[in-house]
């Protein structure tokens, strides 16, 4: 028995075979000879196609003769999938901006880069998670995704914003950071929680007076005053205080909330700003006052060039110490002078229906940008976070300076309304200035 007709058999058993040995050899040499007289067909005709009928990656037999540059382009085609970068956003009920994030880096990214929705479907100790960066809008709230973008990180994806510091970060800690750069902000004092923590009983407090020293805090913020939570956002437990009867009954409602009670700014004008990657700044007017969909919505001037570079250039500094990748300071601007009244959202709102159209399309394609550089710079298996000035000081021994740096001027204005003077901090309104969960 031979293989496939006019096809020599390779092995010299397939006409001279005996009892078992030969129905084996009956049985598996037609196929075997087969396979490899068909294959070396193959070979043989690709050597021969024109350029054009080859297979897309294959070599030629001119090119296969050129060295080691067409085999590394033979190389780099088989594997491209591996050197591809990915960018992942992490969201939760939000919609426009993630997807326009999506969308628009992936139009400009170029071929080796591309951007999709984190999907997570197992989460494995030190194991990563295949992306180069990883921008976060929901982890605030979902303690799950936190521990996961922490491993991450830790396996060498750029997080934005940073997974550790943002844990570790609040806003009263932010308030004295502030101070020492010279930025102003309100008085604040911290304000223990009314009931006692779970596990904790009167013998757990032996190092904190009673009573405090009321009047000594209050004469510090004075009143009219606002008591908010020292690490909260979003507007949730923000109360008006008028006087110090108001202070203790209102906080006899917040239960195991710590709190701060900080100075009322009466301001003659308000401003929210962008920060991204620590440069990219965009300052806009905004009117707490109006419902959510509408704060962006102002026809006022400009405001002097003045204001508008000091504004820049605290904002640079907040967020070059805090190390921030994506947050928003807001700007309550009192005889001329800005105080900054809230610098710790690294989840800021970014929706079109609540920012405009205009902010919104300079969100998305700043972001995109930043993240792109973010993906370029991406080195695999090493710490690609970004670390704050404070973090990098503290452990360099190097002191905090005194004032904020001169920094380049402020390009991106939003026009706003003209509005009579305002408090700086508005109860329970609803507040677009974080994620939806």
């Given at each position: 028995?031979?293989?496939?007709p006019?096809?020599?058999?390779?092995?010299?058993?397939?006409?001279?075979?005996?009892?078992?040995?030969?129905?084996?050899?009956?049985?598996?040499?037609?196929?075997?000879?087969?396979?490899i007289?068909?294959?070396?067909?193959?070979?043989?005709?690709?050597?021969?196609?024109?350029?054009?009928?080859?297979?897309?990656?294959?070599?030629?037999a001119?090119n296969?003769?050129r060295?080691?540059?067409?085999?590394?382009?033979?190389?780099?085609?088989?594997?491209y999938t591996?050197?591809?970068?990915?960018?992942?956003?992490?969201?939760?009920?939000?919609?426009?901006?993630?997807?326009?994030?999506v969308?628009?880096v992936?139009?400009?990214?170029?071929?080796?880069?591309?951007?999709?929705?984190?999907?997570?479907?197992?989460?494995?100790?030190?194991?990563?998670?295949?992306?180069?960066?990883?921008?976060?809008?929901?982890?605030?709230?979902?303690?799950?995704?936190?521990?996961?973008?922490?491993?991450?990180?830790?396996?060498?994806?750029?997080?934005?914003?940073?997974?550790?510091?943002?844990?570790?970060?609040?806003?009263f800690?932010?308030?004295?950071?502030?101070?020492?750069?010279?930025v102003?902000?309100?008085?604040?004092?911290?304000?223990?929680?009314?009931?006692?923590?779970?596990?904790?009983?009167?013998?757990?407090?032996?190092?904190?007076?009673?009573?405090?020293?009321?009047?000594?805090?209050?004469?510090?913020?004075g009143f009219?005053?606002?008591?908010?939570p020292?690490?909260?956002?979003g507007?949730?437990?923000?109360?008006?205080?008028?006087?110090?009867?108001?202070?203790?009954?209102?906080?006899?409602?917040?239960k195991?909330?710590?709190?701060?009670?900080?100075?009322?700014?009466?301001?003659?004008?308000?401003?929210?700003c962008?920060?991204?990657?620590?440069?990219?700044?965009?300052i806009?007017?905004?009117?707490?006052?109006?419902?959510?969909?509408?704060?962006?919505?102002?026809?006022?001037?400009?405001?002097?060039?003045?204001?508008?570079?000091?504004?820049?250039?605290?904002?640079?500094?907040?967020?070059?110490?805090?190390?921030y990748?994506?947050n928003?300071?807001?700007?309550a601007?009192?005889?001329?002078?800005?105080?900054?009244?809230?610098?710790?959202?690294?989840?800021?709102?970014?929706?079109?229906?609540?920012?405009?159209?205009?902010?919104f399309?300079?969100?998305?394609?700043?972001?995109?940008?930043?993240?792109?550089?973010?993906?370029?710079?991406?080195?695999?298996?090493q710490?690609?976070?970004?670390?704050?000035?404070?973090?990098r000081?503290?452990?360099?021994?190097?002191?905090?300076?005194?004032?904020?740096?001169?920094?380049?001027?402020?390009?991106?204005?939003?026009?706003?309304?003209?509005?009579?003077?305002?408090?700086?901090k508005?109860?329970?309104?609803?507040?677009?200035?974080?994620t939806?969960?």
């Amino acid at each position: 028995m031979t293989g496939p007709p006019g096809d020599k058999c390779f092995r010299s058993t397939c006409l001279n075979c005996k009892f078992i040995k030969g129905i084996f050899i009956r049985t598996l040499t037609p196929f075997c000879c087969f396979i490899i007289n068909k294959t070396k067909r193959i070979k043989g005709d690709s050597k021969n196609k024109p350029k054009h009928q080859q297979k897309p990656g294959s070599l030629s037999a001119e090119n296969q003769q050129r060295g080691p540059d067409n085999v590394k382009i033979r190389k780099t085609y088989k594997n491209y999938t591996n050197y591809m970068k990915k960018i992942g956003i992490l969201f939760g009920q939000e919609r426009s901006f993630p997807e326009a994030f999506v969308k628009r880096v992936n139009e400009i990214a170029g071929p080796d880069i591309r951007a999709e929705f984190v999907s997570i479907d197992k989460i494995f100790q030190a194991e990563p998670l295949g992306y180069a960066v990883i921008l976060d809008r929901i982890s605030q709230g979902v303690p799950f995704y936190r521990a996961a973008l922490k491993n991450a990180a830790m396996t060498g994806t750029a997080v934005i914003n940073n997974p550790f510091w943002w844990s570790a970060d609040e806003k009263f800690f932010n308030n004295a950071l502030a101070i020492k750069l010279g930025v102003p902000v309100p008085k604040t004092a911290l304000i223990p929680s009314y009931d006692q923590p779970d596990d904790t009983t009167e013998k757990s407090f032996s190092n904190l007076a009673f009573p405090m020293d009321w009047d000594g805090i209050f004469k510090y913020t004075g009143f009219p005053a606002y008591m908010k939570p020292f690490d909260g956002g979003g507007w949730k437990e923000v109360y008006k205080l008028h006087d110090k009867e108001d202070f203790f009954d209102k906080h006899s409602q917040t239960k195991q909330t710590v709190m701060m009670l900080q100075e009322e700014i009466v301001f003659d004008e308000y401003f929210r700003c962008y920060c991204i990657g620590g440069k990219y700044v965009k300052i806009m007017q905004y009117e707490p006052r109006n419902p959510a969909h509408l704060r962006y919505v102002v026809e006022k001037g400009p405001s002097s060039e003045k204001l508008l570079q000091t504004i820049h250039d605290y904002v640079i500094l907040l967020n070059q110490y805090l190390g921030y990748d994506f947050n928003t300071v807001e700007f309550a601007v009192r005889d001329g002078i800005p105080y900054a009244i809230d610098f710790c959202n690294p989840a800021p709102d970014a929706e079109v229906t609540s920012v405009g159209q205009e902010n919104f399309d300079w969100v998305v394609e700043t972001s995109a940008k930043y993240a792109i550089e973010r993906a370029k710079e991406h080195v695999e298996g090493q710490d690609n976070l970004t670390w704050g000035k404070y973090i990098r000081t503290s452990v360099n021994d190097v002191p905090l300076i005194g004032k904020a740096k001169p920094a380049a001027k402020a390009k991106e204005t939003a026009k706003t309304a003209a509005a009579p003077k305002a408090t700086a901090k508005k109860a329970p309104a609803k507040k677009a200035s974080t994620t939806k969960k």
